[in-house]
């Protein structure tokens, strides 16, 4: 019930393509959907995040696209720059006012190569 | 304004002894998570701390404990060390036990227990 489950593990474009990576979930109850990234060495970012009741949301060259019905959302990276190289996750988290709200449930990770 | 930071940055121990790692939080931020992510893996949550309170607890044993002071700060603990308890111990800060949603991260303390 508190899975997310994330893939690809791993994915290589080249400069100026579109990665997608896709989550998908079990838990109705879960109400907010953030994507993280994380570089090396580094903790992991918050890049954009997304709410059940809009299907989706862009900011900057990140977009997320969420399928309510099929409990699936994914993040799609426009125009793809050798920088963008990282590790991404998904992530989900019941109402704050819910037992076991607060903490967020993470995705296994998606590792991007952006090739030049 | 600083953000979260936590220390050491790395730490090797042996197995059976205790650790503490140290956590500040993002300026105004009042509640502290702790988080395990094994190499390769997505983030565990351990638990989080508001008001100098356990509020929240994941699947993890007794071995791991915490604090909460009043500056916010805050500290994870873990006793009798396994080898399987090396990873990459992350803090992250919110404001208001995650009410205001937007969750900071530190850039972590790498364990290893040899």
């Known amino acids: 019930q508190q899975q997310v489950k994330q893939s690809p593990q791993s994915l290589i474009v080249q400069k100026g393509g579109i990665p997608i990576i896709n989550c998908a979930y079990e838990?109705?109850?879960?109400?907010?959907f953030p994507w993280y990234q994380q570089f090396p060495g580094k903790g992991p970012a918050l890049l954009i995040a997304?709410?059940?009741?809009?299907s989706e949301k862009k900011e900057g060259r990140f977009t997320i696209s969420f399928n309510k019905s099929a409990k699936q959302f994914s993040l799609h990276i426009m125009d793809s720059q050798p920088g963008d190289s990282a590790t991404y996750f998904c992530a989900a988290r019941r109402p704050p006012a819910q037992a076991a709200g607060n903490k967020l449930t993470f995705g296994g990770g998606t590792r991007v190569l952006v090739k030049p | 304004d600083a953000g979260v930071t936590q220390s050491p940055t790395h730490l090797i121990k042996t197995r059976g002894q205790q650790v503490t790692l140290r956590c500040s939080p993002k300026s105004g931020h009042d509640t502290v998570s702790w988080y395990q992510q094994a190499l390769g893996q997505g983030p565990q949550f351990i638990f989080q701390y508001y008001e100098e309170e356990e509020r929240q607890r994941g699947n993890f044993p007794d071995r791991f404990s915490g604090h909460q002071f009043p500056n916010y700060s805050s500290e994870l603990n873990v006793n009798a060390l396994l080898l399987g308890d090396s990873a990459l111990y992350l803090c992250?800060?919110?404001?208001?036990?995650?009410?205001?949603?937007?969750?900071?991260f530190g850039s972590g303390t790498q364990l290893s227990v040899l």
């Open positions: 997304i709410r059940p009741d809009v």
């Open positions: 838990n109705t109850a879960f109400d907010y």
């Open positions: 992250a800060s919110s404001l208001d036990m995650g009410r205001g949603e937007k969750l900071f």
